[in-house]
């Protein structure tokens, strides 16, 4: 089946500092990635979606300079944090979808800014 | 505004009953729907999912689809203690495949 990872799965860092999280399709080819975060509790709430070698979309509300996005290539997407802050602690999930629009998601990174 | 609306629960079922799970929507331009199952500092993972009207089996699981009334559910029967999680509801419009989720129902499955 199609499997999704993320790495890391959990990290700590200090306020103002950046964190990159990784994620990969590991059998197929995506050409769309999309990044949700979901605080506890609450909904998954989709942050954007990723398109292999183009700009991401962000939805309404969602920080571009603060939350970087890469999609070089079919099987990578990733998501910087940069300059976190303690708001920024969350449970951030991708997904990928293949080529028959099903979307699989990733195992999560949970993050935690100190 | 597109909303997917669940019950927060918890629902809670004793072990071998049927446990019924509600999520409505509010745009009608949603054409697939999904449940997920989240456990506990968990990603979701993919129950089922349905376009057409009516109902979906498989295994212990139906969904069922009224567009007509913008409502879908999903059906556990036989219910264990293992099922015992989240369950969100997703709407897609296949124009975007951008994935709107319900803030989900937790069920608990009692021994």
């Known amino acids: 089946g199609a499997v999704v990872s993320q790495h890391p799965s959990w990290v700590i860092c200090k306020s103002g500092t950046s964190v990159k999280i990784e994620c990969r399709s590991l059998d197929f080819q995506a050409t769309t990635m999309f990044w949700y975060r979901q605080f506890p509790k609450q909904s998954l709430m989709l942050m954007a979606t990723s398109n292999e070698g183009s700009k991401a979309t962000y939805e309404q509300g969602v920080e571009k300079d603060k939350f970087l996005i890469n999609h070089a290539s079919l099987t990578l997407s990733t998501l910087t944090v940069t300059s976190a802050h303690p708001e920024d602690s969350s449970f951030y999930i991708c997904?990928?979808?293949?080529?028959?629009?099903?979307?699989?998601f990733g195992p999560g990174t949970r993050l935690t800014v100190t | 505004q597109k909303e997917v609306e669940q019950n927060s629960g918890p629902l809670s079922v004793p072990e071998g009953a049927i446990a019924s799970l509600n999520c409505t929507y509010s745009d009608r331009g949603s054409q697939s729907f999904f449940w997920y199952r989240q456990y506990s500092g968990k990603s979701p993972e993919l129950i089922m999912f349905i376009y057409s009207n009516g109902d979906k089996e498989d295994g212990r699981f139906t969904a069922q689809l009224n567009k007509a009334s913008q409502y879908v559910s999903l059906l556990i029967r036989d219910s264990q203690p293992s099922d015992s999680a989240t369950y969100l509801c997703a709407a897609r419009m296949d124009s975007s495949y951008k994935l709107i989720f319900g803030s989900g129902t937790r069920l608990l499955v009692r021994p």
């Open positions: 997904s990928a979808r293949d080529m028959l629009y099903e979307q699989y």
